[in-house]
C-alpha cells in the first residue's frame, strides 16, 4: 500500500491527462474546468510530494525513485504548473486561444518533468526528457496564427531535436562501455572508465543535450527568439520548470558521481559553461528593449550562476542549485506573471517604455515587478540574494574563488537591466496611456511567486538545511 | 505561554503590516489606533503569561530557547531566529511592551486630527518589533538586526513631521544627526560581534557566554571585545561622548520621546552590557570605562538640565544622567541594580514625557517652561501624576526611584569608591533641584502664559495612561526593597536576575562587606541631598523669582557654559561636521566622486553597452546559424575530451 | 565472418556526421528534420551493435523507445511545419528570422 501511496503524484498526473483528454472530446465548453481541474491536480501533487518528502522509496525494479530532494523538484515542478494555469486562464483569451490542449500539455510536461527528476535509469531519463520536449515544442507554437509563435516553436522543434541526437548518441555510447542503463550502476563503474575515451565522449555528448536544456552557452541561441515568439505564460513556464528539471536530472546523474568520491572530471567544461553563459546572458540583456527578451537573456546568465555550483562539484554546490532553482522558479514565474498581465492583445506593452510610469498607473503591480528585479538582480534580503550566496560559498569552498568573483562581477553588470525596470517604473514619467486588463487569478499566481520569494528571503537557513539533509 | 512567546514580536510585526499597508486607505483614526494599541496589547498579556508561567517554574528551569526557524547556515556560523525568555529579557519585555502599551493608547489621543496618523501607528508597531528581537534576540546577530532596526524606526519617528521647523534645522536634520551619530555607535558594536565570533567560533549566546566563562582567553582580547561592545552601547543609550543626538531627537512628537528616548530604546545600551555581563567583567579595565563613563556622564547632563528652559530638553538630559546612573551600576558590577533602575526609570520618565506631552498639547505647543506657571488649577491630573514621577526621579522614599537610585549610589559605595559615590549623591542633588525647577515653573508660581493660549485639561484616554503609570512609578520600586528593609527574603528583584548574572558575579567577587549601619548613614545622606535639592528649588523658583535672575547674572560666565551645552555641539561642529564636510566637498565629491567614480563608471557603462549592441547582433535569427555554434561547441568540447584523455 | 564491433561504431559516427552536416547545411525544414531522424538512427544503429556484441539486450529495447519518440516528435514536427507552411508559405529556414536580436 504504501508503494501506491508514495507514487500518487505520478499516478494523479498521468490519470490527468487521461480525463482531461476524454473530457476535451466530450464536453462543451470545456476549458475552464480543465483549467481548475489542472490546477486541482498539481496542487494535490505538489503538495503529496512535499508532505512525503521523507519517504524515500525505489519503484519498477530500481528505474524511479521518489522522495528527499526529488520530491522537492516534484513540488517545484506541479506548484510552478499550478502558478502558470492561474497566470493563463485570463492571459490565453487575450489571444483568443483558451485550448483545452493547453492545459493537457502542461499535465504531460509535467509528467515527464517528474520522470526525469526521479530517474534511476538513463532509459527513464531520456523517456521523461523526450515527454517534457515534445509537450514544450507543441506549447511553444501555441498561438498557431502568429507567425511569431509558428517560428519560436518551429527553432525550439529543430534545435531541440538536433540536441536529443546527442543526447542519444552520447546514451548509446555509455551503453556499449558500460553495458548497463542503470544510473547507480554506471556511477560504480565511472572510476574505472574515466579514461575510456567512449564513456567519456558519450557522458560529455549526454551533458551538452542537456546543457541545451539548461540555456547555456553556446547552446543556448534558441532562448531569446523562443522565449519573445511564445506566449508569455509559456515562456515563463519554460524558463523555470524546464530548467529546473534539466537541472535535476544532471544533478541526478552527474551530481551522483561526485557523491561517490569521483573527481570532478568536467570541471573545465562546466566552468567553461558558468563563465560565458554569465557574462554573455548578463552582457547581452543590457541592449534589450523588449522585456521578455530581457527575460531571456537573463534566464542564460543564471544557468550560467546555477552551472557555478556543479563545476564546485560539492554537497554545498548541489544544496545551493536546489535552493537556487526554487528562488529562481518563483521570482521568474512572479517577473513573467507582471509581464503577461501587463501584455496587451497582439504582443503590445512588451518594450520598456510601455513600462515608463508604471508605479503611478499599477502601482501594485509595479511593486511586484519589482520585488522580482530585486530578487533576480540579488540583492537581499529576498531569495535570489541567497540562491547566489550558497552558491558563490560552494565555489570557494572548492577553491573556484575565481569563479565566485566572475559571478559577482556578472551580476553586478546585470543589476543594470534588472534595475532599469525599476527606475523606469518608478522615475520616468510619461503621456502613453497604458490599459490593463483586469485579471484576478493571474494577480494571484504573482502575488503568491512574491511571497514566496520574500518567505525565502527571510528564512533561507530552512530550506538549505532541509535540501542538506537529504544529501548527506 | 513561553512557547507563543515569538507571537508577542509577530503582533507588532502584523500591526505594521496592516497599518503600513492599508493605513493609508483606512479612514478612520480609530480603527488605526485600535489596530496599532490592540497588537502591542496582545503582546503584553502574552509577556505577562509567559512571566507569570516562569515564576512559577524552579529557578533552574527558567531559561528557554524557543527557535522559530534557521535563518543562515554557513560554515560554521549558524544562526537561528530564535527567542530567548529568561530572567532579563522578561523584564525588559515586560516594560516595553507595557510601558509600549500604555504609551501607544496615549498617542491615540495625542496624535489625534494629524493628517499622517496611520504612519505614526505603523513605525510605532514597527519599532516595538524590532526593540521585541533585540531584547528576545538568542544571537548578536538578531540582537543587530533588532538594534539597527530601533535606529531606523528613531530616525523615522525624529523627522516624523518631516516639514517642521526645529530650533535652526528641520527635523529631519534631528532625525539625521541620530542616526548619523548612533552610526558611530554601530561600528564599534559591529567590530565587537566580528571580534567575538573570531574569538568564540559562534555568535549565539548560550555558546559565547560559556566560552567566555572557561579560562584560556587572554584579558586584552576581552578588552577590546567589552571596548568595542561599550561603544555600541555609548552611541545608542546616549553617554559621553556621543549624547548629542538625544537632546536633538526630542523634534519627534513627545510620546515619541516618551517610548524610544526615555523608556526603552535608550536603554538597549544597558541590556546589552548587562546580557554580556560575562564578557565585561573578564575585562576588569573596560568595566571601569564603563563606570566612569556612567559617573561622568550622570553629573555632566545633569548641570546642564539645570538651567535649559525648554521642558523636552531638560527631561531629555535627565534621561542621559539617569542612563550615566546605569552605566555606573553595571561598571561596578551591580548589573541588577542597574536593570533595577532600568525599569523604574522607564515608568517615571515615561509618565515625565507623556506629562510634557499633556502640558505642550493643552498650550498648543509651547514648550518654553518660562511661558507657563500656574498649570496646576488647569491640569490637575497631570500635575499629580508629574509630581509623582518628579518625587520618585528625585528619590524620594518609598517611591520606585528611591529604592532603584538608592540601590546604585550604594553598590558604586560598596563595589567601587567613594567618589562614584559622591558624584552619584550630587548628581542626586542636582536631579531633585531640576525636576522641582521644572515642576515649580510649570505648574505653580505666576501664570505667564500667553493671552491667546487656553490650557485645558486632556482627554480620558491621554490622562488614563498617566494615571496608571503614575500608579507604577509609585510602587514599582517595592518589588526590588533593599535586604535591609525586607530582611531573610533579600531583593526580590536581584533575586530574581541572579542566575543571569551569576557567572558575572562570581568572576568578579569583590564584593566588600560593609556594616548595614554604614548603608543606612548613606541613604540617609542621599535622601536629605534630594530633600535640600526640592527645597532650594522651591525657595529661588516659588518664593523667589528674581533670585535666579540675580544668580544669572553673577555667574555669568558659568551660566553661559551650561546654556549652550558646554558648547560640545558647537565644537563637534568645528572639529568633526565642517572639515569632514570641507573635504567631501572639494575632494570626494569634486575630484573623486564627480572626475575619478563617474569617469569610470560612465566609461564602463558605455563600454558594456556598446559592446552588448555589437554582441546581440550575434543572434541573427537563423536556426541553422544557431545549430552551427552549437556543433562548433560539441566539436570542441570533444577535443577537449580526447586531448586531456 | 564475424564482422569488428568497430565497423559497426564507424558506420554509426559516420551516419551521425552526415546527419548533422544535413542539418546544417540543407535550407528546407523538412529535410533538416530528416537529417535529425538520420542522427537518432545512427544512435540506434550503435546501440543495436552494442546489444548484439555485449549480448545484452537492454540496448535493443533503448532502440524501440527511441523510435517511438521519433515517432512522435515527427508527429509534433510535421505539425508545426505545416502551421508554419500555412503562415508564412515557405519552409526555408533562411527566411523564418523575424525573431532575432
Redesign the interface.
Known sequence: MQEIYNLIPFVLISAGILVSLIFEMYAKNSKRIIAWFSVFIFLAAGFHSLVNVDNAQLFFNSMLQVGGNINIFIFLFNFAAALVVLMAMDYSSKYGNNFGEFYILLQSSVLGMMLMAGAKDLFVIFLGLEIMSVSFYALAGLNRMRLKANEASLKYFLLGSFATGFIVYGIALIFGSTNTTSIPQIVDKFGELTHNLLFMAGILMFLIGFSFKMAAFPFHMWVPDVYEGSATTVAGFFSTAGKTAAFSAVIITLGSVFMHGNANIFEPYLVVLAVTSMLYGSIVAIAQNNIKRMLAYSSIAHAGYLMIGLASGNYEGIAGIIFYLAAYTFMNLGAFGVVALIEGKDETNLTFESYTGLSKKQPFLAAMLAICMFSLAGIPPFAGFFGKYYIFIAAIKSDLTWLAIVGVISSVISIYFYLRVVVIMYFNETEIDLTVQKSNYGLLAVVISVILVIIIGIAPGSLIDLISSFLK | MIELIYLTVLLPLLGFIINGVFGSKIKNEKVIGIIGSSTIGLSFIITVLAFFETLSLPTENREHIIELFTWLKVGGLDIHIAYQVDQLSLVMALVVTGVGFIIHVYSMGYMHGDKSYWRYFAYLNLFIFAMMNLILADNFVLLFLGWEGVGLCSYLLIGFWYEKKFEKSTTSEAGKKAFIVNRIGDFGFLLGIFLIYLTFGSLNFGEVFARAGAPGIPESTFNYIALFLFIGAVGKSAQLPLYTWLPDAMAGPTPVSALIHAATMVTAGVYMVARCSIIFVSAPAILTVVAVIGAATALFAATIALVQNDIKKVLAYSTISQLGYMFLALGVGAFSAGIFHLMTHAFFKALLFLGAGSIIHAMHGEQNIQNYGGLKKYLPTTFATFLIASLAISGIPLLSGFFSKDEILWFSFANGNVLYWGIGAFTALLTAFYMFRLVYLTFMGKERIAKDKHPHESPKVMTIPLIILGVLSAIGGFIGIPALFSGESGNKFEHWLEPIFKNAGNKLAIYQTHSHSTEIILMIISVVLAITGIMVARNIYLKNPSFADKMKNRFNGVYKILWNKYFVDEFYDRLIVRPIYRFSESVLWKITDAKIIDGVVDGTASLVNSISEKIRKFENGVAQFYALIMTVGVAIALFWIIFSL | MEIPIEYY?LLSAFM?IV??VG???R?N?II??MS?EL??N???L??V??SS??G?S??Q??VF??MT?AA??AA??L???I??FR??KTLN??E??????
Not at chain 3, 523564418?96 to 536580436?101: A, E, G, H, R, T
Open positions: 561504431l551521425f546527419g548533422v542539418v546544417l547545411t535550407r525544414a533538416v528534420f535529425i542522427m537518432l545512427s544512435a540506434n550503435t546501440m551493435a552494442y556484441f555485449l545484452n537492454v540496448g529495447l533503448f523507445f527511441v519518440v512522435a516528435e509534433i514536427g505539425a508545426i511545419i502551421a508554419m503562415n508564412k529556414i533562411d523564418i528570422n523575424i525573431l532575432k536580436w
